[in-house]
């Protein structure tokens, strides 16, 4: 069952700015790389589904935050149907977070009061989500879709719209300054903030350095 509603899921993430995307094989690992975040401030995490028997590292992460890390909202991403949704939820997911836009998915996110942010790159698209239900939508690939000005020419009309890119974010205050000043609500940053040391291994000390910094930039730059 989820920690935290779908309301404290929406204002963490405004609050903390960023959102750090993850994976790991190895559960010892990606606890490691969660508590390197943790330490930096970070207070919603996003574990992404993208190896086999991810869930069960998913599952481990839940039982772990929820004992050490007790303000940590962990949330599912790259989760693409209704079944694997359901999985995840079932495991304790506080938010799903989608590349695409799933209306199923938004029926069964709602049963459960589950904050559930879908990844869009047009209005009809971010319209058609906020009409599920969607309190933050994700543009994805955010780059690509047309970055910060992007962004700030969707806030023209839809004010309202709390837009998440993810896809080519930078722990650097230029690319934060551009995209916060742009409208975006918060930001998903995945391999950007995954530091890793000559030898391959994970940096946790830059992991919570690059954390600590993006919040700081978030803070200041946000509308």
Known sequence: MAQFSRIEVALKAKETGIVPVFYHADAEIAKTVVKACYDGGARIFEFTNRGDFAHEIFAELVKYATKELPEMILGVGSIVEEAT?????????????????????????????????????????????????????????????????FISSVKGPMKFTNIMPTGGVKP????????????AYCVGMGSQLMAKKADGSFDLEKITELTEASIGFAKKYQK
């Not at 304790?92 to 209306?103: D, R, S, T, Y």
């Not at 199923?104 to 709602?110: E, I, L, S, Y």
């Not at 690319?175 to 409208?183: P, T, V």
């Open 172 to 183: 650097t205050e230029d690319n934060l300054k551009e995209w916060f000043q742009a409208g």
């Open 85 to 149: 949704t359901a999985l995840y939820i079932q495991l304790g997911a506080n938010f799903i977070v989608a590349p695409i836009l799933n209306e199923n998915m938004a029926k069964v996110c709602n049963r459960r009061k589950i904050s559930w942010m879908p990844g869009c790159g047009s209005l009809s698209e971010i319209n058609f989500a906020e009409e599920l239900g969607a309190e933050i939508v994700k543009i994805f690939p955010a780059t690509q879709v047309g970055g910060p000005d």
